[in-house]
């Protein structure tokens, strides 16, 4: 995060803004469909781009790296741990259709795609080593509705509601060998869900440095008995 600071931090051009960002996602409890259990837990560092236009429309985009160097999961009755990586790409607008004396009303939606990977995951089944691998995307398409409040000059907070189309698609293989006896066994799921999601957000509004700090609820009710929250932080520095 501290070498992105250094590179990325603040730079204005025709009124685009980029700067770092880092977020962390992780489930409240194990997320499992179609017998496939998994502990989803993941960090995000990038860099994100946004304008905005005549001070009530802003687009945003976002473009990180993540990994979870012991994620665990299991399907087919054997449970595996191992690294994850993945990309992180998210675009977005917020549009403020009323503000008046520190107060606004906003809408707002999000597409963002999750694309994990583990290439090495080790497990065991009875008492047998086995290794793994699996591929999984996580999409979100959100749109809510929310307020914003600027209680001090530097100080904004805003709150949001609405709701989460949710994709979850993932691969995964098991393979043993020994002794010159072979086994692979594979699983995959492919479910969606629509359930709420809610977000707030601080944030600064100073002349030379800001940070923004948001944390959202996104369950994932409709298909199991869990939510994901997330954690993200932005820094911009203006020199």
Do not use: C
Not at 2 to 19: P, R
């Amino acid at each position: 995060m501290f070498i992105l600071t250094l590179f990325a931090t603040s730079a204005l051009s025709e009124g685009y803004k980029i700067e770092p960002f880092a977020l962390y996602e992780q489930a409240e409890s194990n997320i499992v469909i179609d017998g496939v259990s998994t502990k989803y837990a993941l960090g995000v560092a990038g860099v994100q781009v946004h304008k905005t236009f005549n001070q009530s429309l802003t687009i945003s985009s976002r473009l990180g790296y993540g990994q979870n160097n012991d994620q665990k999961t299991s399907f087919s009755g054997a449970n595996f741990n191992g690294k994850v990586t993945g990309t992180y790409l998210s675009l977005g607008g917020k549009y403020q259709f009323y503000k008046r004396d520190g107060f606004a009303i906003f809408s707002s939606a999000q597409i963002t795609r999750r694309s994990l990977k583990a290439s090495n995951l080790v497990g065991k089944r009875n008492n047998l080593d086995l290794t793994g691998s699996s591929d999984t995307q996580f999409n979100s398409n959100d749109l809510a509705i929310g307020i914003a409040l600027k209680p001090t000059e530097t100080l904004s907070l805003e709150m949001s509601v609405g709701t989460s189309n949710w994709h979850i698609k993932s691969n995964a293989k098991g393979f043993y060998s020994s002794n010159g006896i072979s086994a692979t066994a594979k699983k995959s799921i492919d479910t969606k869900g629509n359930d709420p999601v809610i977000q707030a957000t601080l944030a600064t509004n100073k002349d030379n440095h800001n940070f923004a700090l948001s944390i959202s609820n996104r369950s994932l009710q409709s298909k199991t008995s869990t939510s994901v929250v997330t954690s993200q932080l932005s820094y911009t520095f203006q020199f």
